[in-house]
């Protein structure tokens, strides 16, 4: 069974918004930090925001900070990611992921739980 399956994205323009959506099977959830990463050709995969399990407490890279907002419904076992003012540079196969360890980490091999992927396309 996939831990956790991705949904949402999709082809949009510069400055539209999208919101994308992780739920999880198996009951590591409402135990688990959350977050989305995100991975554009060539690169690698990169931390976009986390939430802990309470949903109290995020954190953000710099470059999404003041555009995109993650949540999350533990009754749902899903996190979400809105992502607003959206640019060309967003651009990537965002990944939803889950980790039972504490304390912030950007680091995606410290995830243990992975979605399948959704990919978000901004043009121009």
């Known amino acids: 069974q996939v831990p956790l399956v991705d949904s949402g994205g999709g082809p949009v323009q510069a400055g539209d918004s999208l919101r994308l959506s992780c739920t999880a099977s198996g009951r590591f959830f409402t135990d688990s930090i959350m977050a989305w990463f995100r991975q554009a050709p060539g690169n690698e995969r990169d931390f976009v925001a986390a939430i802990d399990p309470s949903g109290d407490n995020t954190n953000y890279a710099a470059s999404v900070s003041d555009r995109f907002t993650i949540s999350r419904d533990n009754a749902k076992s899903t996190v979400y990611l809105q992502m607003k003012s959206l640019k060309p540079e967003d651009t990537a196969v965002y990944y939803c992921?889950?980790?039972?360890?504490?304390?912030?980490?950007?680091?995606?091999?410290?995830?243990?739980?992975w979605g399948q992927g959704t990919q978000v396309t901004v043009s121009p």
């Open positions: 992921a889950g980790t039972t360890l504490r304390g912030w980490t950007k680091i995606s091999g410290q995830y243990a739980y």
